[in-house]
């Protein structure tokens, strides 16, 4: 066997786009592993039960970026015994010993504590990345402490997190000196804003792309903020003021026309038609537009937007029906993503908009359709019309609904997307299934990497085929299923 130098190893594992193909690397031999071992720099861990920290850190001490999740729906077995749920305290604890190099930090449904937030921007001199998504534990002066502290902080977003502040001072904690904010995003963050703060903030950063503002920001600060920062890219804004007369969202406008670079759009809140009508003009130009989080005080108005969207590639929304998922699929062509939430206001989705889509929007590669009720003839119509699909997430608002003309379970309807979609990667199944559509996952999905079943039926009769069958499979979810547990345990060493 030819022996490559050292440094030809680490240009080669380096170079690799997957923390899989260097899983994969390492097991070379001791060299690659070697190697790998310390030439990895960034760690992403999708289960903070999975390992314990002190694994995880001896085994790439030279980490610079470190993600971390709470996996939800089935309980996981902790390796670790610590019973602190989904706390970063024992990350803390090692991490500033072991890691004085960490720049970015990403955490998603973790605890997180002041503490733990004080000693990160005190502790590693080089931080420069804060992602706090569905986080708790911590308050407005944990943030203060980051914002305060990093002097060289890029990336700053807080979403989907429970934290107020009375003062409207916290903008004001980062120093005069910073400039190098790339994202800065404090949508979920209640409590006033410090106008003059954000404006001089937003000004002196001239690399800013990213902003996702809260709705205590007012649609003539937006205004005044754009004017700052033209170039940028993904704007997030949403207020619940609608008595503003029409010149406010006139002047809101012209500034975004001066974006030339705009290409995201994130609505929060309640959106005012004058709001909607104000960004119309900028409509050809989004490729991204998120609209889960926000209602429309007059769906007429939502339909006109998405019309103009001609360009976009992904979108997320919810209270659009399906005569608002038939607009998109006419008018979204080139349409690449698509998210529709569950719905609250009573206007959801069914089998109906998923024919439409996946007729009219040619190049979709991923979608995720939370709807109402579903039939085995949608779902082979969405087999047909987009074999190159390699996401495809179906949740029903009844987990054990069955084909509503038929009354017949969706093992077909499945069989047909795992089938004829080769490409697929990631598969969500909910309504009523046996242990037949198991049986086509392990026939036909090949490249499946993520199976989650939410109504696993009562037999692991099928998940026999499935491990024999999916070789790339790296994780099964299931649910509602009372002897899972055996059955992935029993095969779990080998995967």
Known sequence: MVHLPEAVIELIINNLTTNRDGNSASLVNKLWYTVDRYSRHTVYISNCYAIS????????????????????????????????????????????????????????????????????????????????????????????????????????????????????????????????????????????????????????????????????????TVRRVLIQSPQIVHLGIGSRTHNLPLLPFFLLSVALDRCRLIQGLTFFYSIHTKLLQAVNPMCPKFVYVNMRFCRVTQAKEQVNFLKMCTNIRRLSICCIGDEGVEIVSNSCKHLEEFRVYRETSGVGVTEVGLSAISTGCKKLKSLTYFCSRMTNAALMTFANNLPNATYFKLIMSTPNQPDHTTLQPFDHGYGAIVQSCKELKKLTLSGLLTSDVFIYIGMYGERLQVVTVLNGGESDEGLEYVYNGCKNLRKTEISKYSSHEDALLANIYEY
């Open 53 to 220: 920290p002190i694994t995880a850190i001896n085994r790439f001490p030279n980490l610079r970026s470190l993600t971390l999740k709470v996996k939800h729906g089935i309980t996981y077995p902790r390796i670790d015994s610590d019973d602190r749920v989904g706390s970063f305290d024992p990350w803390m604890e090692i991490l500033p010993s072991c890691c004085q190099l960490l720049e970015q930090l990403r955490l998603k449904r973790m605890k997180a504590s002041d503490q733990n937030l004080n000693s990160i921007a005190i502790r590693f001199r080089k931080f420069k990345s804060l992602v706090l998504s569905s986080c708790f534990g911590f308050t407005i002066a944990g943030l203060s402490a980051i914002a305060s502290n990093c002097s060289k902080l890029e990336q700053f977003e807080v979403e989907g997190c429970d934290v107020t502040d009375n003062t409207g001072q916290w903008l004001n904690s980062f120093p005069e000196t910073l400039n190098s904010l790339i994202s800065l995003n404090f949508s979920c963050i209640k409590g006033p804003v410090n106008t003059h703060d954000l404006e001089r903030l937003v000004a002196r950063c001239p690399n800013l792309s990213t902003l996702l503002l809260s709705k205590s920001v007012s649609i003539d």
